[in-house]
């Protein structure tokens, strides 16, 4: 049975690898690729996707959404992606152009023209927030709304409390997770350690699958390589898009879950983009009237996210290495 898709991108190198991902799934059907700023400014992440779409031989619609965040200065990811964001590999412009019509109204009527579809974004939430406080009642139209996003209670990845796409833009990650939309969290704590690309990894995607989409895998995250190890000293090759996907694609790659309140963190200095998961279920107890803001936010401590805390590592990167075949 055919399952309807719409992805939010800020594409760069690890984006594109979850869209090739998609686009090579014969059951998903992408209705449409909406596109965030966050890695990359709006401009360079379509031209990245569009040329994703181009070599996966396929025509899914592409909508340029919002270049900057709420109320945040922009902040571009260069030094983990590349000056392009696909590794400096300079791919030639794509014949494939974005539609007229902005993201926002894009994924609006997409949604309501597909009821139960599966949302997945893999980029900051600024088009998403958007979308649901201008049509709320899409929260309830989506069946799934997988979120490449977020530390669950563990260290992030742009600061040491928080992940980037949250941090991007964590006043448009509160509204979504605030928005009713069925979120099903994928930290970026996901795509580390083992579930890293290990240079044998690798090498198996060069020498063994040995396509054009295999190499293309390794070849965008040329720069993303080098900063996973200096940066955040991981070994080889962090792919969280691609984790996401693959969790979108196959729920049952998430193999431990639980149901919490979420909240993301907008006033603090060191913690902005802090998605702070009441894992203990403590929030609902909170009687102290000194902490009346958080009664402000918190509805009694409801859960509004599933969060994902462990993928089964083999069949993710199965599920990779299939897709590029
Ligand atoms: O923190 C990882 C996330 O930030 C990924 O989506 C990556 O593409 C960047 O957007
Ligand atoms: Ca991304």
Redesign the pocket.
């Known amino acids: 049975m055919t399952r309807k898709m719409i992805i939010d991108t800020?594409t760069?190198?690890?984006?594109a690898v979850a869209l090739v991902m998609a686009l090579q799934t014969p059951d998903i059907e992408i209705e449409a690729i909406t596109i965030v700023a966050?890695?990359m400014p709006v401009e360079q992440a379509s031209l990245n996707a569009r040329y994703t779409i181009e070599l996966c031989g396929k025509d899914v619609p592409v909508y340029d959404g919002l270049d900057r965040p709420l109320t945040r200065a922009p902040y571009r990811?260069y030094f983990?992606?590349g000056p392009d964001g696909m590794g400096g590999m300079n791919y030639p412009a794509p014949k494939l152009q974005p539609r007229q019509q902005h993201a926002v109204p894009a994924l609006i009527e997409t949604i309501k023209a597909n009821p139960g579809i599966l949302l997945v974004t893999?980029?900051?939430l600024t088009n998403v927030a958007l979308a649901v406080a201008q049509a709320p009642e899409i929260a309830g139209m989506v069946s799934r709304c997988v979120v490449?996003?977020g530390a669950a209670n563990t260290v992030g990845?742009?600061t040491p409390a928080a992940?980037?796409?949250i941090w991007?833009d964590p006043e448009a990650a509160r509204m979504v997770f605030h928005s009713g939309l069925p979120i099903e969290m994928v930290g970026?704590e996901l795509c580390r350690g083992e579930a890293n690309l290990s240079e044998a990894d690798m090498r198996y995607c060069r020498e063994v699958i040995n396509t054009p989409l295999s190499h293309f895998a390794i070849d965008c995250n040329a720069t993303a390589i080098q900063a996973n190890q200096q940066w955040l000293g991981d070994p080889a090759l962090a792919l969280?898009?691609p984790v996401?996907m693959a969790v979108a694609i196959d729920p049952t790659i998430c193999t431990r879950s639980s149901r919490h309140y979420v909240e993301v963190e907008c006033d603090g200095i060191f913690t902005r983009g802090m998605t702070v998961v009441d894992q203990q279920g403590v929030a609902a107890n909170i009687q102290d009237p000194s902490v009346a803001v958080w009664e402000q936010i918190v509805r009694r401590g409801s859960p509004n996210a599933t969060v994902c805390w462990e993928i089964d590592i083999p069949r993710w990167k199965a599920l990779l290495y299939q897709t590029l075949q």
Do not use: K, V, Y
């Open positions: 800020d760069a190198s690890d984006d966050g890695n990811a983990f992606h893999l980029g900051p490449m996003g990845n742009i992940e980037f796409n991007c970026w969280p898009d996401t």
